[in-house]
């Protein structure tokens, strides 16, 4: 470093943000590690029988398989859209 | 009673041949009976790196077929007595290699004594990093502090703890640690490159070792001598702290921190 580098703004510091970018990669990664393979095909064809009444939003299906001890508990939550919207989509059927 | 060592990383180039070339003789000249295993079908390297290029007659999947006898395809190192190469066949069949086939090459290297067997794999998860990685009972994950290489390592340490024998038969899992190469401790202090404890944060493992970035590294390629040997340069240093601390010994990290420059260099630069 000379003496004119003292002059120059410091740059962003770049290996923090690797670290922040790849805590969340790694962590997600392992989330989806040792989940049975068929849970993407799962969770669309529960949404496909979900929408033939609801109209859901395609995010709106999230599947986990959860251990706990012995057992394996595969947790399915489906958020449904607001009253007032279900009501008009009632028609579609 | 031999212990099989697995190099590996997911990503290319980070350093993994370099590391069971050192390995590999570190543990030789502590008087270990050691074969060092080239899996890399198709890119064999092992060789050029250790030296012995021009004496391959035979390789590993010629054993495995039974065109050769193990003893035949063993590459007696120069430098070290008790150091044996297997260089990887050039062969572009993907499978030539199968579990079956290294099985019984381990279990062969196993009756004869040897104390370790280095699995130098590929990169990649394919077929060959698998079956590298496969019997090992210790595994040695090289990793540079850059993103690419970190994902990629984790991903490797995934397979590690599923897709082994040990995890198969649930005989504990592979033991694991990280090897840190291509470390620069000027960049870090600089917040350009992460840090051991970044690294050693993301993948919650602990280093075996630090390789620092050395320019011995190349120049010890360009000569067929494995870096480790090289005394005067860090890099090969540090491989031997890697090696003792694999034995079980405790040693501190060397060259992790940044040399502080003299008051001229500061003001000129460098």
Redesign the interface.
């Known amino acids: 470093?000379?003496?004119?580098?003292l002059f120059r703004s410091k740059?962003k510091?770049?290996?923090?943000v690797?670290?922040d970018?790849?805590?969340i990669?790694?962590a997600q990664?392992?989330a989806q590690?040792?989940s049975p393979d068929y849970l993407p095909t799962l969770r669309r064809e529960i949404l496909e029988v979900i929408k033939k009444y609801v109209n859901v939003d395609p995010d709106a299906v999230l599947i986990n398989v959860e251990r706990d001890g012995e057992h394996e508990v595969l947790e399915l939550s489906v958020t449904l859209p607001e009253r007032k919207q279900a009501g008009a989509d009632g028609d579609d059927d | 009673m031999t212990e099989i060592i697995v190099v590996t990383s997911g990503k290319g180039g980070v350093g993994k041949t370099t590391t069971s070339a050192s390995i590999a003789v570190g543990l030789a000249r502590r008087g270990k009976k050691v074969a060092v295993i080239d899996f890399d079908v198709g890119l064999r390297n092992l060789d050029l790196i250790m030296g012995c290029e021009r004496r391959v007659v035979y390789d590993f999947v010629n054993v495995i077929n039974g065109e050769c006898t193990l003893k035949q395809a063993l590459i007696k190192d120069k430098r070290c007595d008790t150091l044996f190469v297997l260089a990887a066949s050039q062969t572009r069949d993907k499978d030539a290699l199968n579990r079956e086939g290294v099985g019984k090459v381990l279990d062969e290297l196993k009756a004869d004594g040897f104390d370790h067997i280095i699995c130098d794999s590929p990169a990649g998860i394919e077929k060959g990093a698998a079956l590298a990685m496969y019997f090992a009972d210790r595994a040695i994950v090289v990793v540079n502090p850059?993103?690419s290489s970190?994902?990629d390592s984790?991903?490797i340490l995934?397979l590690l703890a599923?897709k082994t024998r040990r995890a198969e038969l649930g005989e504990g899992g592979v033991a694991q640690h990280l090897l840190l190469t291509r470390y620069n401790p000027n960049r870090?202090e600089a917040?350009?490159?992460?840090?051991i404890a970044?690294v050693q944060?993301?993948?919650g493992i602990e280093v075996i070792g630090v390789i620092p970035e050395s320019e011995g590294v190349l120049a010890a390629s360009n000569a067929g001598v494995p870096v480790i040997l090289d005394d005067a340069s860090n890099a090969g240093q540090a491989y031997d702290d890697a090696v003792a601390r694999l034995l079980g010994e405790s040693r501190p990290l060397r060259f992790v921190d940044v040399q502080k420059k003299g008051i001229f260099a500061?003001?000129?630069?460098?």
């Open positions: 470093m000379g003496i004119l580098d740059p510091n770049t290996a923090s690797a670290k970018r790849l805590r990669i790694v990664e392992r590690r040792g | 850059e993103v970190v994902r984790d991903r995934g599923s870090v917040g350009d490159m992460m840090s970044d944060e993301i993948l500061r003001i000129f630069g460098s």
